[in-house]
């Protein structure tokens, strides 16, 4: 389900070959109705990407999406509230 899905938005969002994923951005999946797919992988495009397809070299260092620590996002939806908030687990 998930590959399927990076592929039908790899083709939506134009790109030509794998390393264009670098310059997606969560708004470019949110948009395509990835946010649930995307949740799983706490907003993280690069983690999702590299779940997704684990064959390809990926250099991580190129996402434009970086997490400056690990961190848990909590969709406040759950709550009545709107929007989602980070909680930093203290690692670096």
Same mark, same amino acid.
Do not use: C
């Given at each position: 389900?998930?590959?399927k ?16 994923? !670098?310059?997606?951005?969560v708004? %470019? ?5 990835? $946010? *649930?797919?995307?949740?799983?992988f706490h ?6 990407l590299?779940?997704? !397809?684990?064959?390809?070299?990926? %250099?991580?260092?190129?996402f434009?999406? $970086? *997490? ?25």
């Amino acid at each position: 389900m998930l590959s399927k899905f990076y592929d039908w938005l790899h083709v939506q969002l134009g790109h030509k070959t794998m390393d264009d994923w !670098y310059n997606a951005t969560v708004e %470019d999946i949110y948009e395509n109705g990835g $946010k *649930r797919v995307l949740w799983y992988f706490h907003g993280s495009p690069s983690s999702a990407l590299t779940t997704v !397809y684990p064959e390809h070299s990926w %250099d991580m260092k190129q996402f434009k999406h $970086k *997490r400056r620590r690990e961190e848990t996002v909590v969709d406040l939806s759950r709550f009545g509230l709107a929007g989602e908030f980070a909680l930093e687990s203290g690692k670096s």
